[in-house]
């Protein structure tokens, strides 16, 4: 158990850059989802747009709008996640789905991943990518078919944090739900489970502190390596995230945790700054959050839930696991976002 732990830890740090995938297996996939992971709605519209956060990184988005829907003003969404994945993967999945349901949404690369802007690349920061929903938010209500005063956002996995996060300080979200969601500073700093010592998280900041002394004269920012080995069968945890970024079902060349890995020191400020600090300030603005009732996750989701205060709900989907509410259209309960949704945005 202690071996599965500790692997899953290193997973967190990195998120999935110790596999490998066939190339003529992800040749197929691309080609055949015009490089998306999803086949895109028949009732919507897609178009690529940027925007920029407070910090001047360029966001790249996808917007999704519903058709025949030139003379309306709409309810809005922004979605991001989870952390490492890109657009195309499950937040464009989302985006493609509630846009079905009458809502203009768009899904976008954080700051320094996929196709947005930002040096040092793959990198994370609870800062910037708080900031990153905010940016979103300023966008769609820029858009002459959004009614800027009916916007909320849904974080998936560890975007969910943020997603919280963003929430909290900008009072113009109306309501936010996540789903699968991780609080990435609390497991950055924590561990897994909250079982991280103090020894631990010593070694771990003393690791990357030295690692900036390379960095630093180098010039260059440094990468975990990433070896061909798929992940034990002792692993679970680990095998169910190789099942969804490893495989045709969800891998995408330009995702982090499919195809690239995170900087040495990007869980150096995670470690310092909570996210979920104010999750009560939310209040009284609505918080929906979905968990998977077998996801190894649903600790999070379940803390965050009783950290926040009402109006709140926690939703647990039964016979699902943590990446089953990634991909899975028969898990993901769109129904229950779409009415969480059109009851708070009103």
């Given at each position: 158990?202690k071996?599965i732990?500790?692997t899953?830890v290193i ?8 596999f490998?995938?066939?190339?003529n297996?992800v040749?197929?996939q691309?080609?055949?989802?015009n490089n ?9 519209l897609?178009q690529?747009?940027?925007f920029k956060?407070?910090y ?8 999704y709008?519903p058709?025949?829907s030139e003379?309306e003003k709409f309810s809005?969404?922004?979605i991001?996640g989870?952390?490492?994945a890109?657009k195309e993967?499950s937040?464009?999945l989302?985006?493609?789905?509630m846009a ?5 949404v768009i899904a976008f690369d954080?700051?320094?991943t996929?196709?947005?802007?930002g ?5 994370g920061s609870?800062?910037?990518n708080?900031?990153d ?5 300023d966008?769609?209500g820029?858009?002459?078919?959004v009614?800027?005063n009916?916007?909320g956002?849904?974080?998936i ?9 963003a ?6 979200i109306k309501?936010?739900?996540t ?7 609390r497991?950055?700093s924590k561990g ?13 900041l003393?690791?990357?502190?030295l690692?900036?002394?390379n960095?630093?004269e180098t010039g260059?920012?440094s990468?975990r390596?990433?070896t061909?080995n798929?992940p034990?069968p ?12 490893k ?6 060349e ?17 470690m310092n700054f909570?996210?979920l ?7 009284p603005r609505?918080v929906?959050?979905i968990?998977?009732?077998n ?6 989701g379940?803390?965050a839930?009783n ?14 696991g943590?990446?089953?509410?990634y991909?899975?259209l028969?898990?993901i ?8 949704f059109?009851?708070?945005l009103?």
């Amino acid at each position: 158990m202690k071996k599965i732990i500790t692997t899953l830890v290193i997973f967190i740090l990195t998120y999935g850059q110790t596999f490998s995938q066939s190339k003529n297996d992800v040749i197929i996939q691309l080609e055949k989802t015009n490089n998306y992971t999803f086949e895109l709605s028949q009732k919507v519209l897609r178009q690529k747009v940027t925007f920029k956060n407070r910090y001047g990184i360029t966001i790249s988005g996808d917007l999704y709008i519903p058709k025949n829907s030139e003379n309306e003003k709409f309810s809005a969404l922004a979605i991001s996640g989870p952390f490492g994945a890109v657009k195309e993967q499950s937040s464009g999945l989302y985006a493609n789905q509630m846009a079905e349901r009458g809502f203009i949404v768009i899904a976008f690369d954080p700051s320094f991943t996929g196709e947005s802007g930002g040096e040092t690349r793959n990198i994370g920061s609870p800062d910037i990518n708080t900031e990153d929903f905010s940016a979103a938010v300023d966008f769609l209500g820029l858009q002459k078919n959004v009614d800027r005063n009916k916007i909320g956002i849904i974080g998936i996995c560890g975007f969910g944090g943020f997603s919280l996060s963003a929430a909290a300080v900008d009072k113009r979200i109306k309501a936010v739900a996540t789903t699968s969601m991780y609080d990435m500073s609390r497991v950055m700093s924590k561990g897994w489970e909250d079982k991280g010592t103090l020894e631990d998280r010593t070694k771990n900041l003393e690791r990357m502190s030295l690692q900036r002394w390379n960095d630093a004269e180098t010039g260059r920012t440094s990468y975990r390596p990433s070896t061909k080995n798929e992940p034990e069968p002792t692993n679970p945890i680990a095998n169910e995230y190789w099942q969804y970024y490893k495989t045709p079902r969800g891998f995408h060349e330009r995702a982090i945790n499919s195809n690239g890995s995170w900087a040495n020191t990007s869980a150096f400020p995670f470690m310092n700054f909570p996210l979920l600090t104010n999750i009560k300030e939310i209040s009284p603005r609505p918080v929906l959050i979905i968990v998977g009732e077998n996801a190894f996750s649903k600790y999070f989701g379940e803390d965050a839930y009783n950290a926040a205060a009402e109006p709140k709900e926690l939703f647990k989907v039964k016979n699902s696991g943590h990446v089953d509410l990634y991909d899975k259209l028969d898990k993901i309960p769109f129904e229950k976002l779409s009415a969480f949704f059109k009851e708070n945005l009103k």
